[in-house]
């Protein structure tokens, strides 16, 4: 199994969010929906970064009442690990696993977004597979 199949059966869409969201309006919508994670975009729909629960904790305990109105773009992760629809489960246990990340944006030979994968759903996938 790949992870392109986990996606499939899965049909829901990528949580994203923009750039120039603040920090406030994030926390809200992760609240509200139950993200663990977002792909953070821009205009274009470009992949620029990855925002998790824990990035938007660290910045509201560091900083407080201001952080809610910091920017995504100035707390996101710009290491982004990515894999691709045909990346196995196992390619992509070791990419979390070696690069300490609990989700994987899924991109296509081209570049453009094509899924989003936690750690939870490639291991509930690798257990069912084996």
């Known amino acids: 199994m790949n992870i392109g199949q986990i996606v499939e059966k899965r049909k829901r869409d990528v949580p994203q969010i923009s750039i120039y969201d603040n920090v406030h309006e994030t926390v809200r919508l992760f609240s ?22 824990h990035d938007l904790v660290r910045c509201l305990g560091e900083d407080g009442e201001l952080a809610k109105k910091s920017k995504i773009e100035d707390i996101m992760s710009l290491d982004i690990v990515v894999c691709t629809p045909q990346t196995s489960i196992q390619e992509a246990m070791k ?3 070696d690069n300490n990340v609990h989700h994987l944006p899924i991109v296509d030979e081209s570049g453009h977004m094509r899924g989003f994968v936690s750690m939870m759903e490639v291991m509930v996938s690798f257990v069912e597979s084996t």
């Open 32 to 53: 509200r929906n139950g993200y663990k994670a977002a792909v953070v975009v821009d205009e274009s729909k470009a992949l620029c970064g990855v925002v998790t629960e």
């Open 95 to 97: 990419l979390m696993s």
